[in-house]
């Protein structure tokens, strides 16, 4: 009688084989300096493992990723300084608290449609393009004092390891190399959310499910759990790895790659215990730059499931239609 749950369910922690919390694949890419094939073949093993898209030309949505050069006292220090942003007095912060949209530093509480939503998330965010740095840096938060200088640092280390993973995605799909180089790549926007403690998770979500409608995303959590994503019908819980980044593939990417790329569906959610805090770079193409899928890709057997779409336009849409429905893959077949 005494493995019934009933008679043991007063502990504090849940036991590590009661908890649906689950490691994604995790790519070493310390590897790739000799065995470039091998880690391509990784990335590809790992959607067949999820059981996600069956067959060779189908790559996973959502992986981790080790020994990726960027240095681990450089992520503490990046982590360190936004938690120290989140925790300051607001007066502190008011330089970049903003209603406005166009603003390309804003500092803001649940989502983007606070004023007209019917239900807020549970976070705190703030977002501010990083490439070209000397173009936008200036914008930033002047406090924490150190908050420009190590963010800085940190934006032009992921968009290098961005350059990177997308190198290697871009040989796994036989198209040519640098061909997600220049204007492609060119715009990196870092977005840093915070979610405090809440006194009731059942009810509330942090961000709720969604795709992230860039070409791909790097995600650096702390310890704390709270990434979800969305597998065969059930929402999975992706267990921070220390010094890992998720890498999230985006809507942009799954046009460009023709469908072989999907876009990964997750959401944040809350806890009661302690406050959480990730901080994402968002890679895309530059405004007036036309996605499309890669011409490389198109063979007979093979069409063209989308039309070419300014990126401009497509953001200006996303943004709208995501305001109403917070589901973009209901309407992006209409590119």
């Given at each position: ?196 403690p809440c006194p009731d998770p059942s009810l509330s979500l942090g961000l709720p499910k969604h795709s992230d409608p860039n070409l791909i995303t790097l995600l650096l959590q702390e310890h704390v759990y709270g990434l979800q994503v969305y597998k065969d019908g059930q929402w999975l819980g992706v267990e921070p790895l220390p ?93």
């Amino acid at each position: 009688m005494g493995k019934l749950v009933s008679s043991w369910s007063s502990v504090q922690n849940l036991p590590e084989d009661y908890s649906f919390r689950w490691t994604i694949p995790v790519i070493d890419l310390g590897e790739g300096s000799h065995d470039r094939a091998g880690i391509i073949q990784q990335i590809i093993n790992a959607s067949q493992d999820f059981g996600l898209f069956p067959g060779l030309c189908k790559i996973l949505a959502e992986i981790t990723v080790i020994n990726h050069g960027v240095s681990g006292v450089l992520m503490d220090e990046t982590m360190s300084v936004v938690k120290e942003f989140f925790n300051m007095a607001d007066e502190r912060r008011a330089d970049v608290f903003t209603d406005d949209h166009t603003k390309s530093c804003r500092f803001r509480t649940s989502s983007t449609n606070y004023a007209t939503e019917e239900t807020h998330y549970w976070r705190d965010f703030l977002r501010h393009p990083c490439h070209h740095l000397e173009d936008f840096i200036h914008l930033w938060p002047q406090h924490p004092t150190t908050y420009r200088d190590v963010v800085g640092k940190y934006s032009v280390e992921v968009r290098n390891l961005l350059l990177r993973i997308m190198e290697l995605m871009s040989e796994g799909l036989g198209l040519e190399p640098g061909f997600f180089e220049g204007e492609l790549s060119d715009d990196l926007l870092i977005l840093t959310n915070h979610y405090p403690p809440c006194p009731d998770p059942s009810l509330s979500l942090g961000l709720p499910k969604h795709s992230d409608p860039n070409l791909i995303t790097l995600l650096l959590q702390e310890h704390v759990y709270g990434l979800q994503v969305y597998k065969d019908g059930q929402w999975l819980g992706v267990e921070p790895l220390p010094n890992a980044f998720v890498v999230n593939i985006g809507y942009q990417l799954q046009v460009v790659s023709n469908d072989k790329f999907k876009g990964a569906e997750h959401q944040a959610v809350t806890n009661s215990r302690e406050a959480r805090t990730s901080i994402g770079a968002f890679m895309g193409p530059c405004n007036n730059c036309i996605i499309e899928p890669a011409k490389a890709l198109i063979t007979e057997d093979n069409p063209p499931h989308y039309k070419a779409f300014n990126t401009k336009s497509f953001l200006k849409i996303t943004w709208q239609r995501l305001l109403v429905t917070q589901k973009l893959h209901c309407w992006l077949s209409m590119f």
